[in-house]
């Protein structure tokens, strides 16, 4: 056991130390984009202030934890709307989200209505987080402050589920570090006024990790099973290519679970999520008239992440498809693609490389979805939210690198490699940017929180009481 323990950690360190390295490299390269910042470097000095709340919390004292970490959370993303109010989202996830929720309102149905190429998709998006949003705004619309606050509470309950996952480990006090980090996250303050399906998929993600590790010591019973299927068919109804996840996250709670517990909560479970996706299932049938297990977006995903001018993220399609059904188009994306790929494999092997180091070495998205807003805000906006979002990525990264020696039979550090290997096999050949890595950071923020909590306590020298025997004191009275 210490044998495996010292080769995850090992293994974890070796797929992370290049991004630690690109992380802190990279940073000159981004200057000239964002810009620089004294109040940048100011503001990322108070957030490491507020995080090192940590450091107690990874020691056990942990008394008014929670009221802390909602506070400070709210206050945190109520500052963050501040930089979107009176702006107006027009591209992207956050102006395509509500766009789809208004429609399921409107009764048009799931149709994303693409301009470009003239033509309404019907399974080019999944449904869960949209229906979220149209269950949400059914009273009073989708606004912004419906947007909001459903991002705050799924950020709050991923941060109860990261502490309570902690708890089932018996690490309680690593569970509330990390629960208080992840609270506190740039990327994710910043995300809270856009609508995006990253705060639903950790929440999901976090549910099904407490789902398993609850059925350690007792056999799993069938409301084990719909407690385990219901996240993971939702987490492939919010984000199709981390389909594969649970199974991953299964394998890699093997230590805590058992091979016994972990096949019969998976026998258990499958039914369970075929019974959640049926609904989508028919749905698709009945208006592609075929089966499309989840959604049409493996062709265009394929072509986005693989073709002259990609970048990994997203692209609009040639004007050339427009007119074309999504079926068609689906099928041109993915022949296009693969006949890149075989053209030119150097170019495919040096694409993906690249995609992977990007993605997982820079953090700026955060502030790509602020400056695509109506107007965007101010320069100096950015230049001082560009330390925190890189900084900190960076800081992270490089710590958990470091520390990774300090920690043994991690179960976090074995969720961390799954979401790696969940990257490396579903991911990076694909459409891939930063916020498609967005479930690891749980994860290492838990190995981060545990590497605290490894680190030796500063000892202070107590002075020898003049009463005490041995002392100096008491020998002088004696001679």
């Keep these: ?79 963050a709307v501040l930089l979107v109010i009176g702006r107006v989202a027009s ?29 309404d998709f019907l399974a080019l998006y999944p449904p869960a987080y949209p229906l ?8 009073g619309g989708v606004t912004l402050a419906v947007v909001w606050s459903s991002n705050v509470a799924l950020d709050l309950l991923a941060a109860w589920l990261l502490a309570r996952i902690g708890t089932r480990l018996g690490r309680p006090e690593t569970g509330r570090a990390a629960a208080w980090l992840l609270a506190i996250w740039p990327p994710f303050v910043l995300a809270a006024p856009f609508a995006q399906k990253e ?69 258990r479970a499958l039914p369970v999520a075929v019974l959640v996706m049926l ?22 995903g394929l072509w986005i992440g693989n073709n002259p001018e990609a970048t990994g993220n997203w692209m609009p399609l040639p004007a050339a498809w427009a ?14 693609a693969k006949a890149w790929i075989a053209a030119n494999p150097a170019d495919f092997v040096r694409l993906s490389l690249t995609k992977l180091v990007r993605a997982l070495g820079v953090e700026q998205f955060a502030l790509v979805r602020l400056s695509v ?23 992270l990264l490089g710590g958990v690198t470091a520390g990774l020696g300090r920690v043994r039979d991690s179960a976090g550090v074995r969720l961390a490699l799954a979401a790696l290997v969940q990257i490396a096999l579903f991911g990076v050949w694909f459409e891939f940017g930063e916020r498609h890595r967005y479930m690891l950071m749980p994860f290492l923020l838990l190995v981060a929180a545990e590497i605290l909590a490894a680190l030796p ?18 020998e002088d009275s004696s001679r």
Aim: glycine residues 12%.
């Design 132 to 139: 979220l949003l149209a269950g949400l705004g059914a009273a």
């Design 373 to 395: 807003l109506s107007p965007a805000p101010p320069a100096a906006v950015f230049a001082a939210l560009l330390p925190l979002c890189q900084g900190g990525l960076a800081l």
């Design 279 to 300: 609904p989508w299932w028919f749905r698709n049938l009945l208006l592609l008239h075929r089966f499309v297990p989840l959604t049409l977006t493996g062709g265009i």
């Design 1 to 79: 056991m210490e044998r495996a323990s010292r080769l995850t950690s090992f293994a974890l360190r070796l797929g992370l130390a290049p991004f630690a390295l690109y992380a802190l490299l990279t940073i000159p390269s981004l200057l000239p984009r964002w810009g620089a910042s004294g109040i940048g470097l100011l503001l990322l000095i108070a957030w490491l202030g507020l995080a090192g709340v940590a450091w107690p919390l990874a020691r056990g004292r942990s008394g008014g934890l929670w009221p802390l970490l909602v506070g400070t959370a709210v206050a945190l993303r109520l500052g």
């Design 457 to 474: 306590e500063r000892r202070t020298v107590q002075p020898i009481s003049a009463t005490q025997p041995g002392s100096s004191a008491s």
């Design 91 to 119: 591209v992207g996830d956050a102006a395509t989200y509500p766009a789809l929720a208004r429609g399921l309102l409107a009764g048009q149905g799931l149709v994303f209505h693409d301009t470009l190429l003239r033509i």
């Design 323 to 336: 007119g074309m059904d999504e079926l068609t188009i689906s099928n041109r994306a993915a022949a296009a």
């Design 199 to 267: 705060s639903l998929l950790l929440a999901l993600v976090l549910g099904f990790v407490l789902t398993v590790l609850r059925v350690a010591g007792r056999k799993p019973g069938w409301r084990d099973a719909a407690a385990a299927g219901v996240p993971a068919a939702l987490i492939a109804l919010t984000q199709p290519g981390l389909a594969f996840f649970p199974a991953l996250i299964a394998i890699a709670l093997l230590p805590e679970i058992g091979w016994a517990r972990t096949w019969r909560l998976g026998v």
